[in-house]
């Protein structure tokens, strides 16, 4: 069995965009009187998306935030991350080359608890898109990370991919998820794909249960290991 595709994670993975999350979701919940640790953040609220993280802060506080609130609150943040990015290179060192590696060798896509929206414009911006068959988003699967949708979605769109280039159907055990959270390895193995974790927010011990590899860096992505995984 060979290498036929490789999904990415985006926020940890690609886009060094978590400090920027962080700061973000602190600014809108400090206008609630709501205080964010960013010990918080990243061992409570990372893995999910923008509605996940919110509704949780909602259920743990007991705020009572109906859903129009729920959708303010996101969209609110949608617009402080993006006036955090401005003029700032977000890419981890050695991701575009990386990203470009991979598609030159099997066709790509990201699957990812960001809004799609931030992911195309970091993308745009850096000149990658056109390197992703599919983009997989928080708006595009009725439940998020550590549920499989994401990846189960990702592959259901790489395949049609592949089959319109006339090659067999595509399994989700031929293909690699590159992830930096336990929740979005968790995902990816529950979808049937073969898992690499990625050491930028969390460190090896907790990576390595729920990882066929990890490695220190996107920069790091070497297609040989990923065709070994899937033999």
Not at 9 to 38: K, M, Y
Not at 144 to 171: I, N
Request: with cysteine; proline share 4%.
């Amino acid at each position: 069995m060979a290498l036929r595709a490789i999904v990415f994670d985006f926020d940890g993975v690609i886009a060094n965009s978590e400090p920027l999350h962080f700061q973000a979701f602190r600014d809108v919940l400090t206008r609630w009187d709501i205080t964010l640790t960013e010990q918080d953040y990243y061992s409570k609220y990372l893995g999910f998306d923008d509605v996940g993280v919110f509704t949780t802060i909602n259920n743990e506080l007991s705020r009572g935030w109906h859903e129009h609130e729920l959708a303010d609150l996101v969209a609110d943040k949608a617009l402080r991350l993006a006036e955090l990015e401005r003029g700032a290179s977000v890419l981890f060192p050695g991701a575009a080359e990386a990203i470009a590696r991979a598609a030159a060798a099997v066709p790509v896509a990201i699957a990812s608890g960001a809004l799609g929206p931030e992911i195309r414009r970091i993308l745009n911006h850096a000149g990658l898109a056109h390197h992703f068959a599919a983009i997989v988003s928080a708006e595009d699967t009725p439940l998020s990370k550590p549920a499989p949708d994401p990846y189960v979605l990702a592959v259901t769109l790489l395949r049609r991919h592949v089959a319109g280039d006339g090659g067999a159907p595509l399994e989700a055990s031929q293909c690699v998820a590159i992830e930096d959270s336990r929740w979005g390895l968790q995902s990816a193995r529950a979808a049937g794909l073969k898992t690499v974790g990625v050491t930028s927010a969390y460190d090896r011990a907790e990576l390595a249960p729920h990882s066929d590899l990890v490695i220190a860096s996107i920069a790091d992505l070497d297609i040989a290991d990923l065709q070994r995984l899937v033999h």
